[in-house]
């Protein structure tokens, strides 16, 4: 993905109309290098870690597991401060599915109905230009 995002035509292409420091461009560029030092990060963990790949629950690839425990924990406590129910893991996997519906039924409209009309234009170079 990281390597997709420097060479992507279409986006290389609809940048190259624009100005420098048009608002497009340096958005593109924080992207760009935000998701490149992400992937380090994640790349030099991984192969500290190498090893979790076949042995998941030992000790030391504890760490591994604690961003989703932490995750449902802040959840839970927004969730109770917010609408003061519980959020439970039943709840969790609810809203996980239904995430997943709804992003399914988005790519589905895309792909049955705008992909046919307009093909893979992004619509940047529709926009006016400063």
Known sequence: MTVSIWFWNDINDELNEYKISHA?????????WSITFISLIFLIQ???????????????????????????????????????ASFSQPVAKFLGLFALL???????????????????NSGFSNYDRD
Not at 24 to 32: C, G, H, V
Not at 102 to 120: C, D, M, N, V
């Open 24 to 32: 497009l461009t340096t958005t593109t560029k924080i992207w760009r």
């Open 46 to 84: 991984s192969l500290n870690n190498i090893n979790c790949i076949s042995f998941i629950n030992s000790a030391e690839c504890e760490i591994w597991l604690k961003p989703s425990t932490n995750f449902y924990l802040i959840l839970k406590n927004l969730f109770n401060f917010l609408f003061g």
């Open 102 to 120: 709804i992003y399914t039924l988005g790519l589905l409209q895309w792909a049955i109905i705008k992909f046919p009309k307009s093909g893979r």
